[in-house]
């Protein structure tokens, strides 16, 4: 499903960008888009979804974008720095992050301000591609937590399925023909009303990003047919999963 109307951003690279990404995008995946009536008719939100390969990025932002938002999602700063993606990115006004340096505040402080402005901020919780075997959301990083208690701003989870198809976790190769079905559903927002007035402690961080991957866990499920393990994978419990270099098994599609 397609909305009625679709995001014009200021920007004239932005809507020149947007219009080869959607038409390369539809060459290649056939969408079933559902939930959309959960996305926030005005106003900045965040939208979380969970990562299961490196072009889940584009999936979810076409979903977005197609629904009438221009998201902002939160990048790795490195990306930043190649010359072709870079320039991308700079362009649609991506947010870099520093992963695991003191400077790693000012991608929240640059996502608050986005939202201020009424964007879209869109993150993916776990920071990183799931390492979890069959590719469920594994446990997440407390980024998402700080903007969304922050602004307090809604947190619409979206799931996704089948972009995998297309790249395989940490593949090189593009599988572009036959087009692959691809399956993206946003779950109603995530209630986090409780936790606005407690110290912003770890405990509180912890809750409200569990929270979050509930609802993707929960919204994936019923795009995959099938049950996730009762414990999310912990990626600080498996330190040989670290390296992405890791050979994971096949993940069979349902």
């Not at 004239?12 to 995946?29: D, E, G, P, S, T």
């Not at 390492?131 to 594994?138: A, G, Y």
Request: net charge positive; glycine share 8%; hydrophobic share 40%.
């Amino acid at each position: 499903m397609i909305a009625h109307s679709v995001a014009r951003p200021d920007s004239r690279a932005y809507r020149a960008i947007a219009w080869l990404v959607r038409h390369l995008m539809f060459l290649v995946a056939r969408y079933e888009w559902t939930g959309d009536e959960n996305l926030p008719k005005s106003g900045g939100f965040i939208a979380a979804a969970n990562h299961a390969t490196e072009i889940d990025a584009l999936t979810f932002a076409h979903y977005l974008y197609d629904h009438g938002y221009e998201p902002r999602i939160l990048a790795k700063r490195g990306l930043f720095t190649t010359p072709v993606i870079g320039s991308i990115l700079r362009a649609t006004r991506m947010i870099p992050v520093d992963r695991g340096t003191a400077d790693a505040g000012r991608s929240l402080d640059a996502a608050r301000h986005e939202l201020g402005d009424g964007a879209c901020v869109a993150i993916f919780p776990e920071g990183t591609i799931t390492r979890d075997p069959d590719l469920w959301p594994m446990e997440g990083k407390t980024g998402l937590a700080r903007i969304a208690l922050a602004t307090r701003l809604p947190v619409i989870p979206v799931a996704q399925w089948g972009a995998g198809d297309l790249l395989a976790r940490y593949g090189r190769v593009l599988r572009p023909f036959p087009r692959k079905r691809v399956k993206l559903q946003a779950g109603p927002a995530v209630d986090l009303s409780d936790l606005y007035d407690r110290p912003q402690n770890a405990a509180t961080l912890r809750e409200a990003t569990t929270r979050v991957l509930d609802a993707i866990t929960t919204e994936l499920e019923a795009l995959r047919g099938e049950k996730a393990p009762a414990a999310r994978f912990d990626l600080r419990k498996h330190p040989e999963y670290e390296k992405k270099q890791t050979v994971y098994p096949p993940v069979e599609r349902p």
